[in-house]
């Protein structure tokens, strides 16, 4: 049987021969952003790598969501390498769609390198000759939380259930067999290195419309009933609930108003808000979307107005496994140094791999590769070499680790966890956070 390390130098010395190749795609898919459950092109470049390759692939899961898999033909545990196809919509970014301002002011153009390193890497045969069970390739969609109305109206045609991409994948079964789950983001921390461990915030998701009664804005406003006033006391009785948060549920409440109005001289009467309730833990996350449910129903109870408010499920706390995390720390630290693999804090931001880390051993660590803010305009990936192809590599040698001697690693690791919940207890718990309901006086 070859070792470990002549199988990891195998997979490091095919990585490095498509390393121009692969930050080609990533550029590629930076130059053409897509938002979530609108992948079209991504989702296809990303198909077509992958089956030009040689793997198996399906496509159209969750909309644009892709897979492909690499079978070893061993019994052994099935680990997901994903990459996030989705980009945000930040209008003004310098790689922005110039019609839709989508923009990948996240990096994940730089994910799907990473993960196409590892597919890249791995199909040699020298080196999956040496592996037992199977990896899957998955370019999950909308991992940005966004556009919550069109996710609402996939949900209405029956497209989608959920607006997280890898929370499709779950519901259509897609992690039914997998045993151990990874992806790498990129991030903003101290430059050239990468970040392991940490955890996320969970949240829900809320559209919120307040109905009032339009009037002529000059001559008549007391025949109207001003829904936009009726929602800046929502918002504003949202930020009188702020001093009941507690530091440790780092909780956070950010509304956007997404219509405020039809035109000026006319009372408004649709006016739409979005937000997120986030926090450190679901009872934390229950108590103060109640909170901001109330503050909401106070606009339309001064005013008069009528309020929907719909919550959506959003992802659950992520919490990252610690005995992946230190096979992927020695594998990280053999490429770029010990001291370059640093400690990640909890993270008041919130991902789908939250939902992922809830049912299996799941890593998500960060290439720190970028210049500028998450989600801002400036944001970009300097260093493709760490964020694709180091990262890619960090990944893949982790994954050898797991499938070697017969994936008696990844076997310890998947029989050691315990899962917060199993598939069927997440589904059920998700649906729970769902609610519609109208208040009016
Ligand atoms: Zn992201």
């Known amino acids: 049987m070859v070792d470990r390390a002549s199988l990891k130098s195998t997979f490091s010395s095919s990585v490095n021969l498509r390393a121009d190749e692969l930050e080609r795609v990533s550029r590629d898919i930076l130059d053409h952003p897509e938002s979530g459950y609108r992948e079209i092109r991504t989702s296809k470049l990303v198909a077509e790598w992958l089956q030009n390759n040689g793997f198996e692939v399906k496509t159209g899961i969750a909309k644009t969501g892709v897979i492909g898999t690499l079978d070893t033909g061993r019994p052994g545990p099935h680990i997901a390498v994903m990459g996030e196809l989705d980009s945000l919509l930040v209008p003004g970014h310098a790689h922005a769609d110039s019609d839709t301002g989508a923009a990948h002011a996240c990096g994940h153009h ?21 592996l037992a069970g199977k990896i899957s390739f998955m370019g999950t969609p909308a991992e940005e939380y966004i556009e919550l109305e069109y996710r609402e109206s996939l949900q209405s045609s029956g497209d989608i259930e959920f607006f997280g991409g890898k929370q499709e994948f779950i519901k259509l079964g897609f992690f039914n067999d997998v045993d151990i789950a990874m992806l790498t983001h990129t991030g903003g921390e101290t430059a050239g290195t990468f970040g392991i461990g940490g955890s996320n915030n969970g949240m829900v998701g809320k559209t919120i419309q307040y109905i009032g009664k339009a009037a002529h804005a000059g001559g008549s406003p007391h025949l109207g009933v001003n829904a936009l006033n009726a929602a800046h006391l929502g918002l504003a009785a949202i930020h009188a609930q702020r001093e009941t948060f507690r530091d440790a549920d780092t909780v956070r409440v950010h509304p956007i108003i997404t219509k405020g109005g039809a035109a000026v001289n006319s009372v408004p009467s649709d006016v739409r808000i979005e937000t997120y309730v986030r926090a450190s833990n679901v009872p934390a996350i229950l108590n103060t979307s109640e909170k901001v449910d109330r503050a909401f129903r106070a606009g339309a109870l001064a005013t008069g107005a009528m309020v929907r408010i719909i919550t959506n499920p959003g992802y659950l706390p992520a919490k990252y496994d610690e005995s992946l995390t230190e096979i992927y720390r020695h594998n990280a630290a053999s490429l770029i140094g010990d001291d370059n693999v640093i400690r990640l804090n909890h993270s ?8 992922v880390s809830q049912i299996m051993p799941t890593i998500q660590p960060t290439a720190n590769a970028t210049s500028g803010n998450g989600h801002g305009i400036d ?49 059920n718990r998700m649906r729970g956070f769902r609610s519609d309901f109208t208040y009016s006086e």
């Open 379 to 427: 944001y970009l990936v300097e260093n493709y070499d760490l964020a694709v192809v180091k990262a890619g590599k960090a990944m893949g040698m982790t994954v050898i680790d797991l499938l070697a001697d017969g994936g008696e690693k990844g076997r310890k690791i998947s029989g050691s966890f315990n899962a917060p919940m199993t598939i069927s207890e997440y589904l």
């Open 348 to 355: 008041s931001g919130c991902t789908d791999m939250g939902d």
């Open 110 to 130: 730089a994910q799907i390198g990473s993960m196409l390193a590892v597919a890249a890497g791995l199909t040699e045969s020298s080196v999956i000759d040496g």
